[in-house]
């Protein structure tokens, strides 16, 4: 078969999608249904830059898909809009923490997207000092509001000292000012923040609640007249899409990405229409893409709670131990004795500061709220009262995971 034959056959493939790239999680589309509210309040806390003042600091925390970054997103882009049209000094810049996680690259990456044109070499091989001034300098002399945005704050491993330089940045600075917008997906995190850096973060503070079934729905119905080909989703596969990604998180991402893999299973099988078969079988692989993408984000201990989890579940299957009842109990592990080899685990593996039992029964509610494990009281009897652990997910895939990333 010629080449040009094998393209032709490629090229005419019916495909359920028209625009496969409207259905990818990192699109935003124009209108953020359900997020009226959150849309207006962040906008009037950062309008104030359009009379001059220095707006607050902004905390947005929510659950992961719950819309942080679509929604900081649009609003930014309106008001720098905004700003050009009205000639004002106003800036953005947004930071990923998750690839830029030190103090030093996240000035060196706000660097760069106020100077697009600039090269490299301007700034790259400077000490975090030299950046820092050079970001204020041009702040001051530019006479710049710059509204920093940055996103997945909880992954920066030097937070405090970062927070106390932008936050001091604004006493050398008479006209214009730095600002952040710090997101979180960690429901803990503002928690355990420094006292300093919570109340200077957390100026103002906003959540974002999960969607339900109904919202997600109208979330997917948008999406799907940009992304598929007419009638080439069947209703009930976008209920059904719906409710799973609503009982399992409320995560628009979730909803989005069953329905992408679901269209290419229905243009693999030559399939006009995705029906609830195809959102049925692209459940397992989203779940577990999402799952590996929640853990990878883990705080460092929660990494080590749950990957002593994963050791001691693999440990025991095959045990065949049975509770007294019959009711079997394999795979099943004492809260207790999980807190034990975690201890061990962490000076195996060189860590040193070892959460106490209370922080250890925080990670593990964290954990159970992502939907990595499962946790239930005992009745009175086995070793009095204790709570049973049990992981949701594949062991042997998590160690793997973890492995790599906690051993090196
Ligand atoms: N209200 C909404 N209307 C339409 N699409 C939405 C809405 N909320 C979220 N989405 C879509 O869901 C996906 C996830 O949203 P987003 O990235 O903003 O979530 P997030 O809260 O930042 O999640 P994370 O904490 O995991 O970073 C994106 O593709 C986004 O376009
Ligand atoms: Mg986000």
């Known amino acids: 078969m010629s080449l040009h034959h094998v393209f032709d056959q490629e090229f005419s493939k019916p495909t359920v999608f028209l625009d496969r790239n409207k ?60 700003g050009q049209e009205k000639d004002l000094h106003i800036r953005n810049a947004y930071v990923n923490c998750r690839t830029h996680n030190k103090k030093y690259k996240i000035f060196l990456k706000t660097l760069r997207e106020l100077f697009p044109g600039q090269p490299d070499k301007e700034f790259q091989g400077y000490s975090a000092a030299y950046l820092y001034e050079k970001l204020v300098s041009y702040v001051k002399e530019s006479k710049t509001h710059l509204i920093l945005v940055l996103d997945e704050l909880d992954q920066v491993k030097d937070l405090d000292e970062l927070i106390y330089s932008l936050t001091r940045s604004n006493d050398e600075i008479p006209m214009g000012g730095i600002s952040v917008v710090g997101i979180s997906n960690n429901l803990m995190f503002k928690e355990n923040l420094d006292s300093r850096t919570k109340s200077s973060l957390c100026q103002q503070e906003m959540v974002f609640p999960p969607y339900n079934a109904e919202q997600l729905r109208n979330i997917l119905e948008q ?89 001691l579940s693999l440990r025991k299957s095959g045990t065949g131990m049975t509770k007294l009842s019959g009711e079997s109990m394999e795979d099943v592990l004492y809260s207790g004795e999980v807190y034990e080899e975690y201890e061990r685990v962490c000076k195996k593996l060189n860590f040193a500061d070892v959460v106490t039992a209370r922080w250890y029964r925080e990670y593990i509610n964290q954990l159970e709220m992502y939907g990595l494990i499962l946790t239930t009281q005992s009745g009175a009897g086995v070793k009095g009262q204790t709570r049973f652990i049990k992981l949701k997910v594949d062991a042997t895939k998590i160690k793997e995971v973890l492995e790599k990333e906690l051993v090196g």
């Open 23 to 82: 259905i990818m999680p990192h699109y935003t589309p124009e209108n953020l249904l359900f997020r009226e509210k959150q849309i207006s309040d962040i906008s009037r806390i950062v309008a104030v830059t359009l009379r001059g003042q220095r707006p607050d600091n902004l905390f947005l925390y929510g659950k992961p898909g719950t819309g942080k970054t679509s929604t900081t997103r649009h609003v930014m882009g309106g008001l720098v809009k905004y």
């Open 223 to 311: 999406r799907i007249q940009e992304a598929f080909n007419p009638d080439a989703v069947n209703p009930s596969a976008i209920a059904l899409a719906a409710a799973i990604a609503a009982q399992e998180s409320g995560d628009a991402r979730t909803a989005i990405k069953l329905l992408l893999r679901a269209g290419e299973l229905a243009d693999e099988a030559g399939e006009k229409q995705i029906t609830d078969k195809h959102v049925k079988d692209a459940r397992k692989d989203v779940e577990q893409e999402i799952i590996l993408e929640h853990v990878s984000v883990l705080p460092e201990h929660e990494k080590l709670v749950l990957y002593t989890i994963a050791l």
